[in-house]
DNA sequence: TTTATGTCTATAATATCTATAGGAAATAAT
DNA sequence: ATTATTTCCTATAGATATTATAGACATAAA
């Protein structure tokens, strides 16, 4: 389960990935477009700009946008940024794994062997995955309901 | 991330799957061999319990085992009785779906589209990994980490 | 200089997870 | 029968994490 912070992030990266290229976006209109607490929000666009996916200007005419092309930008980032390095235990981190209190040896430890499973399979998912995936799935959905025949599939 | 709960009954669960069969364990040795608070993994083998994965005695020689063959007890079975359903958004359960609050329209969310990616992923992953998986890839372990070549891999 | 905008730090509110307590019920041995 | 052993049940306390809000501050354009 992503958290409602990462599900936040995902509304408001694809709406941008979603929007012409250069305009940037307010943080006010993002949060009434996708019902987000704009405050909440405000935190979360930050950790985004500091981790390298969005660049924002202050003031007047100022805003937010992507730093990147949808389709450069993965999810696996993105959810890095806000869940943290992904790890289905503490001792499957990549950088400085640490051993549960209550195991003996993290090496032979068979949950943490399989867990090593999962971990992979989500990862991989995640590093196939863009912003810009995220997009075009969300517009062929709904020109699929629309009743057309979506010929871009 | 998985949680604690789950880690303790993966934990008890592989000991009991390289244990000789017949046996009942007390909660009382599992508890302390892999240190976890009694009283806490009391309820968590309840749940195991009510889940068809283990069987219980009460009394003088009673105890926990498996109700089935290791073999035969898939860890998507086992994550599913702790977490609830394996679900990265609440629009993606199996069981009744819900479209989170901001939500207009569960069909065409770009970030339940991705999403059910990722759940496939782990789902696939949990669903071909059982108990007799964890218990021999922890024996392969031990035995490399004691020096001997294991041909048995 | 005024208005519009993002930035930062702190903290409140809520939810979830982890752990414990204490006794009830069941079973086997004596 | 009685006792020792063991799981079962219900409730609740304690700890931690998540979600949300507040308010003062900094920056830039008109």
């Known amino acids: ?25 307010l943080i006010a ?3 009434a477009r996708e019902r987000i607490p704009r405050k909440y929000l405000e935190t979360i666009l930050v950790t985004l700009r500091k981790g390298g996916v969005l660049q924002s200007r202050v003031g007047r005419g100022g805003g937010y946008q992507l730093a990147l092309p949808p389709a450069e930008i993965t999810l696996a980032r993105v959810v890095r940024l806000l869940e943290g390095e992904f790890a289905p235990l503490p001792c499957l981190a990549d950088s400085e794994p640490v051993c549960c209190d209550e195991c003996d040896d993290l090496a032979t430890c068979g949950t943490r062997l399989v867990m090593a499973d999962v971990k992979r399979a989500v990862t991989v998912t995640l590093e196939n995955l863009t912003l810009a995936d995220l997009a075009e799935r969300s517009r062929a959905a709904a020109a699929r309901q629309r009743g057309l025949v979506d010929f871009s599939i």
């Open 1 to 25: 389960m992503i958290s409602r912070k990462t599900k936040y992030a995902l509304q408001a990266l694809g709406r941008m990935a979603a929007s012409p290229a250069g305009e940037p976006m």
């Open 29 to 31: 209109d993002l949060a």
